[in-house]
Nanobody
């Protein structure tokens, strides 16, 4: 069983930065793939980025070059550094985890564990 708790969301102006954190419970964190998804009002949840246990990363085209995912296996935490934020980045951001990297990156996206989410609002 893995429990995920996100933090770091908030209100920021366009062009600003935020760093999200996702703290995971469980002793198998280092072997799990981790990812971030987001859901804007009235829209379906969408993939943002993922990182494998051996640090392979993958990004949605909409965030490539602006967002960076990283992980700290000692702290059982995954991070999402978001720079050059745009109003269209406004959404609830959810952390996700799964032993399989492909469940985070290939359709149908179906990670086994989800966090409750943290709100990110970017004002214009």
């Amino acid at each position: 069983q893995v429990q995920l708790v996100e933090s770091g969301g908030g209100l920021v102006q366009a062009g600003g930065s935020l760093r999200l954190s996702c703290a995971a419970s469980g002793r198998t964190f280092s072997s799990y793939a981790m990812g971030w998804f987001r859901q804007a009002p009235g829209k379906e949840r969408e993939f943002v980025t993922a990182i494998s246990w051996d640090l392979i990363t993958y990004y949605a085209d909409s965030v490539k070059g602006r967002f960076t995912i990283s992980r700290d296996n000692v702290k059982n935490t995954v991070y999402l550094q978001m720079n050059s934020l745009k109003p269209e980045d406004t959404a609830v951001y959810h952390c996700a985890a799964d032993p399989s990297y492909s469940r985070l990156t290939r359709s149908p996206l179906s990670p086994g564990y989800w966090g409750q989410g943290t709100q990110v609002t970017v004002s214009s």
